[in-house]
Each structure stands twice: as structure tokens, then as C-alpha cells.
């Protein structure tokens, strides 16, 4: 009779565990399909990425910051956007260019940005999955 009862036991368990896994992959399955995919995940280039509107509006801040000038010789003509660095995610995905603090992207004329991408390496950090900028 106890070999019954300790056998029911473990048959009950043993249920419970299955429907815990089961629910657990269903709701695994239901978040990786309904959530939105992040932009960094998505499959496309850079410069797919730098034809994007919030890059465009991120561009014209920082170049009305600086004066639609090189921070660098002063130059108003070629002028692009720096990342002073780079931020990647835990899992390796890249950040989106435009999301970034304005604090960590300068103008810079062509040339001046030829020169630093030569004359510097442009590190790369971690960043949490929570900042937005």
C-alpha cells in the first residue's frame, strides 16, 4: 500500500512537472513571437541604418549643436557625425547609431574623420539592455 501511494505521488509530480514545462515553453513561445524585434536585431546594414529617420533627426541635434561645423577645423562643408565610441549589447547585437547620448557623437568634416579613424581606435563598450537614449 505505501509503494502505491509514494507511486501515485510521483505520478502527480511527475504530471505537474510536464504541464510547468509545457506552460513555460508556451509562454516562451508566445513572448518570442509577439514581442517586437529590436531594431539592432533585425538583419540590415549600417548604412541601411543611417538612412533611417531617428538617425536623420539624431544627425540634425548634434549638427545644430555644433554649429553645422568640424568641432575639429571649423570646416562647414562634408560634414558627418562621430561616435566617439562604440556600444555593443551583452549578446554581441550592435546599438542602433542613433541610440546613443548626444554627449557621445561630435561633427566632424570628411577629412577630420578620416584622420581620427586613422590616428585612433574607437572603443567599444558594453551597455545594458535598459539605456535608451
Avoid at 105 to 130: D, F, G, V
Amino acid at each position: 500500500m505505501l509503494i502505491l501511494k509514494i507511486y501515485f505521488i510521483f505520478l502527480i509530480k511527475k504530471k505537474m512537472i510536464n504541464i510547468f514545462i509545457t506552460i513555460f515553453f508556451v509562454c516562451c513561445l508566445f513572448l518570442i513571437l509577439l514581442l517586437p524585434k529590436r531594431e539592432e536585431d533585425e538583419n540590415i546594414t549600417y548604412k541601411q541604418l543611417l538612412q533611417r529617420q531617428e538617425w536623420q533627426n539624431k544627425r540634425l541635434k548634434i549638427l545644430k549643436r555644433d554649429n553645422y561645423q568640424c568641432v575639429y577645423c571649423g570646416s562647414k562643408h562634408h560634414l558627418q557625425i562621430h561616435h566617439k565610441y562604440y556600444s555593443i549589447y551583452p549578446n554581441g547585437d550592435k546599438v542602433a547609431p542613433w541610440n546613443y547620448p548626444d554627449d557621445a557623437l561630435i561633427t566632424l568634416c570628411n577629412e577630420c574623420h578620416k584622420r581620427t579613424h586613422k590616428q585612433k581606435i574607437i572603443k567599444t563598450y558594453y551597455r545594458r539592455y535598459s539605456d535608451n537614449y
